[in-house]
């Protein structure tokens, strides 16, 4: 018997027999993504933000590569923490001041990445929000992931229409050195900076390249990631192991094997310490050419406040002829020789490490690796000295460092954003 064909005016079956199986792995998928829901939800995993910060709580931007988004506002946090989030209109974290300068009251506008903008800690509890208030308006200029250079691109754009009086670049030596030779990421790329032959800046990669489509993809993962656990699953058991990197803190010896540190830097590294101090000089510039008094703050690693902490430690990479503290030397001579103030807070934070120590505390957090709540007080306290600003919330900061906790209005902002920050023993 011969099989029916198209020739025989009766329809084949392939076709039906291949939607069919369309339909089934469809079906199974769904079914799988559905099961996997339900599992991930019963488990408890949750819409950790932190682990993906910029997509979260930042733009693409086609002069500093990312900016914080205008007027966002969520939760974020993770293993170690739990907090809120708030950008204002004008895209900086706190809350919003006016152009216009205010007759009588003084300005500071401080430039930094995320241990400035509170990577880890309430809106109320950054260091630049402990100096805001009374006669003095503190602004932050700070957006997670910046390197230098975007620091000074940002005081060009941004910093300098407000006219401040104080310009304090905040320059974390965890991150920023490396970053500054760095052009971002397939997702963020960004701008650079390079040294001319006649010791000039040159800046290259702008206006910024960046998809629309891959961003209107990344738009849509926020909207999905706040409601999938699945999701959250996946992105929590493929996430980068901060653990392991805070082992490496707890042994300098390993981490210095391939950084700026060792008996001998790279020339790599000598490049990272050259271009940063060239940037900071430009800031300073910039700075002193808009009326300000330009500041350098540098914050340093965690291993390095253990390392302070820690006499055995020091002896040991004194005879490995390395320097724990290269960055922060290398630096101070460059702005003194420029006439420019800096401050360094590895002391403050060591000190008050020591003292929390006691009750089981720090002034970072031990995987995440930023300031805590603590830390951001300590050096709030610092520069409040330093930069003569006198304020309640400077004092209510030196009460922190000293293990008192800060008083909040009831129904503050600062109340409530404290429910988003649990204290930890």
Request: proline share 7%; hydrophobic share 40%.
């Amino acid at each position: 018997m011969r099989t029916p064909g198209p020739e025989s005016g009766r329809p084949s079956r392939e076709p039906l027999r291949w939607r069919s199986r369309v339909a089934l792995v469809v079906a199974g998928v769904a079914l799988g993504i559905a099961a996997g829901e339900i599992v991930a939800r019963l488990v408890g995993f949750e819409f950790r933000p932190h682990m993906r910060n910029r997509v979260y709580f930042a733009q693409p931007d086609r002069l500093l590569g990312w900016r914080n988004r205008p007027g966002v506002a969520g939760p974020y946090g993770g293993d170690e923490f739990l907090t809120w989030v708030t950008i204002n209109a004008a895209g900086q974290r706190g809350p919003l001041h006016p152009i216009e300068r205010v007759p009588g009251r003084r300005r500071i506008a401080f430039l930094g990445d995320s241990q400035t903008w509170g990577d880890g800690v309430a809106d109320d509890q950054t260091f630049v929000a402990h100096l805001d208030g009374g006669d003095v308006e503190v602004l932050s200029f700070a957006c997670p992931g910046w390197g230098t250079d975007q620091q000074l691109l940002a005081l060009w754009s941004d910093a300098s229409r407000y006219a401040p009086d104080v310009v304090v670049l905040a320059t974390f030596v965890g991150n920023d050195l490396r970053d500054n030779l760095s052009r971002g990421t397939f997702q963020y790329p960004k701008p650079y900076f390079t040294i001319e032959g006649d010791g000039s800046l040159r800046l290259d990669g702008v206006p910024v390249p960046y998809s629309r489509a891959m961003h209107a993809l990344i738009e849509a993962y926020r909207v999905v990631m706040r409601r999938s656990a699945v999701l959250n699953a996946i992105a929590e058991i493929s996430r980068k192991d901060w653990t392991a990197q805070s082992a490496a803190a707890v042994q300098p010896s390993v981490a210095l094997a391939q950084s700026v540190y060792t008996a001998e830097p790279s020339p790599e590294d000598v490049q990272r310490l050259l271009l940063t101090s060239r940037l900071m000089l430009e800031v300073a510039r910039h700075a002193r050419a808009i009326g300000a008094q330009p500041v350098v703050l540098i914050i340093p690693e965690l291993w390095q406040v253990e390392v302070y902490n820690d006499p055995a430690l020091r002896r040991r990479l004194a005879d490995a002829g390395a320097d724990f503290r290269r960055p922060q030397r290398v630096l101070r001579a460059a702005m003194e020789d420029a006439g420019i103030e800096l401050i360094d807070a590895l002391p403050a934070l060591a000190r008050a490490s020591r003292h929390l120590a006691r009750r089981g505390e720090h002034t970072y957090y031990s995987e995440w690796r930023h300031l805590n709540a603590n830390g951001h007080a300590v050096l709030a306290r610092l520069l409040a000295a330093r930069l003569g600003v006198k304020h309640h919330r400077a004092r209510a900061a030196s009460d922190a460092a000293a293990g008192a906790a800060p008083s909040r209005p009831p129904g503050s902002p600062a109340s409530r954003s404290a429910a988003y920050n649990p204290p930890r023993s």
